[in-house]
């Protein structure tokens, strides 16, 4: 079975082994520390900085949610089976807001839940390759 990331400017680097996460990879103003994710080239604070790649806390906390309970409008492209309902987010890694899929159960999910980078299945594309896309799960250290 082979997997790819979904994006891989989204990454540190777009390698996937199958093992740890790779760190999402934002951008920084030079001039007011400004983090964004995506990348993107010029700061949204100020003009006077030049943005280079950041990368990104792998931990955070739970900042908002909802429950994304009807497939959302392409570039998404449902898993083999059809959409099935999952929880979706803000997460706050202390510099910048990450909008991210949250792999978290109902009954733990919550505003200021300790969270970690994780990636999961986002579908299969026409050679059978698992398309993967970046989430957040609980902390397993994390305090409940
Ligand atoms: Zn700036």
Not at 26 to 46: E, H, K, Y
């Amino acid at each position: 079975m082979t997997t790819r990331l979904i994006d891989e400017s989204l990454f540190e680097n777009g390698e996937y082994d199958g093992g740890d996460p790779p760190r999402l990879t934002g951008a920084r103003c030079s001039a007011c520390a400004t983090v964004v994710f995506p990348r993107q080239n010029s700061c949204p604070r100020c003009p006077d900085g030049t943005m280079a790649a950041h990368v990104l806390p792998v931990s955070g906390r739970v900042w908002s949610w909802t429950l994304q309970t009807f497939p959302p409008k392409p570039p998404y492209r449902p898993p083999a089976g059809g959409h099935r309902p999952y929880h979706v987010g803000y997460v706050d890694l202390g510099e910048v807001l990450v909008e991210a899929r949250l792999a978290v159960p109902r009954p733990e999910i919550r505003i200021g839940l300790p969270v970690r980078l994780t990636t999961v299945p986002a579908y299969r594309d026409e050679e059978g390759t698992d398309v993967m896309t970046f989430a957040f799960r609980p902390e397993p250290d994390g305090e409940r």
